[in-house]
Structure formats: C-alpha cells, structure tokens
C-alpha cells in the first residue's frame, strides 16, 4: 500500500508500529546527530477517514463541508486523480486548515511536540501558497529550526516563501566509484557527490533547457545525460569531464558552482 490514503493523521499504520515507537525512534535517530522528517499529505484523505465516512453517509453530518460533495463529481465527491479511496479536502474550509495546520494541537504541530524535525508535503502545489505559508510558520512557531519542504514542480509569482524549500523527484546513478549522480528533472541539476554527501562536482541549471532529462552510468563509469526521446544531452567520464559527444569541449571539468551552457 502506498500509504498516501491517510485513515488517522495522528497515528502510526499499525503494521508500522505505534506513535510511542515513532517517538521513540526519533529520539535515537536524535541521538545519532540525524533527523526525522515526515511525509505530510495534506490535499486528501483515504476513504476510511472516520470524518469522511461519516459526511459521506450523513448528508447533516457536521464534517459535511470538509469535502467536496456534488453531482458534477464522477463519485459523487471530488478526489485526487478521480480515485475512489482519495476523497479531496475543502482547504478552502478554515476549519480544516486549522485541523491540518493552524491550530494549537493541528497535525503539523502535534507531530512536531512529539519529536519529529520537519514536514515533506506532497504535491505541495495542491494547497496553495497560502495555506503553505500559514502551515510553514506554524511549524516555525511551533519548533524552531524546524523544516518543511514541499513538493512543487512549477509555481508562478506569489509562491516565494511560503516553504523553506521546494523538492521535486530527481534521477539517480552509482558510479563504481560509489559516488551518487543526481538529474533533477525540473531544474536541470546534474551532481556528482562522494557516499558522505561531499560535493564532487556540480552542472548548474541552465536557461532555456526545460525538457526533463535522465541519466545512466556507462560501462567505463561515465555518465550519460539524456533528453526523454533518449537524444544525447552531456556525456562526462567518471572524473566528473566532459567527454565525446557533449557540447561541452573535451576535458573540461564540472567544479562546483561552475555554470555550462549545453
């Protein structure tokens, strides 16, 4: 199960553990100078949501307007990508912000008391910049030096400081070498970083190269950047060079923070 059918904000999937075991952990992981971030899924709810069985069944029912009922809706709600056990929250509605966010003993705010760092939203663009910005100094109020990211693959003007940083899905190679190699599909970032997290070498985003791209290790553990047709986009050797057939000369290197045109 992917787990992003959420029953109980404030409990574990039992399968999982307990609330005490996640505190718990969080105080080991503490312990062990690292940090705990959860995955906030704030947009939707599972269908075994107690309130949304309850509206869904009880057209009175006082968490009525806490989601979207209607006929213009395929299941007679409406959910994230039409799914049947993904019911949609009325953000709109302050009540429920307040439950996921804004309150004194909100979601984002009772996890946070409890131990745990910072909050990854999903598809942080579904909540509006808004929202995001009450959620984020919620959680600054709540535990300082706390973090939230979101997961936002564009965003217009207006969206500025609503997060403490933006996360969106990015390709990942090993070289033999063990060093990780890293394509962020959106912004065009192309690293290189040894397994303790050191930078190696780093390709910045560059303007006007929007088509999201992949990347393979070759046999001789060089990295190859392609478009998503599979066309030849940089090809570098395992020194982290530019290489063959990249528009990039031969032998230049990629050092860190040095901006290439491809």
């Not at 969080?26 to 940090?35: F, L, N, P, Q």
């Amino acid at each position: 199960n992917h787990k992003y059918d959420t029953a109980d904000y404030l409990k574990v999937a039992p399968e999982y553990g307990t609330r005490e075991d996640l505190v718990a952990l969080a105080g080991d992981v503490h312990a062990r100078r690292m940090r705990i971030v959860l995955d906030g899924v704030f947009n939707h709810v599972g269908s075994r949501f107690t309130r949304f069985v309850e509206a869904h069944g009880n057209a009175k029912s006082p968490w009525r307007d806490w989601f979207l009922f209607g006929k213009e809706h395929p299941l007679g709600y409406r959910a994230w990508a039409d799914g049947l056990n993904l019911p949609d929250l009325a953000l709109e509605n302050p009540a429920v912000r307040d439950f996921l966010g804004r309150g004194r003993d909100s979601v984002v705010r009772s996890w946070l008391a409890a131990g745990i760092d910072g909050w990854r939203l999903d598809v942080a663009s579904d909540l509006g910049p808004g929202f995001l910005r009450e959620l984020t100094e919620s959680a600054h109020e709540e535990k300082p030096g706390s973090l939230v990211v979101g997961e936002i693959w564009n965003a217009p003007a207006g969206w500025e400081g609503t997060l403490d940083g933006v996360g969106r899905p990015v390709s990942v190679a090993i070289l033999p070498s063990g060093d990780l190699v890293l394509v962020d599909d959106a912004s065009r970032v192309v690293e290189q970083r040894r397994r303790d997290g050191t930078l190696v070498t780093r390709l910045e985003p560059v303007a006007g190269w929007r088509r999201p791209a992949s990347v393979s290790v070759r046999a001789a553990g060089g990295v190859l950047v392609c478009d998503p047709e599979g066309g030849l986009v940089a090809r570098f050797d395992g020194e982290g060079r530019a290489i063959g057939a990249s528009p990039l000369p031969d032998g230049t290197p990629l050092r860190p923070r040095a901006a290439a045109e491809l």
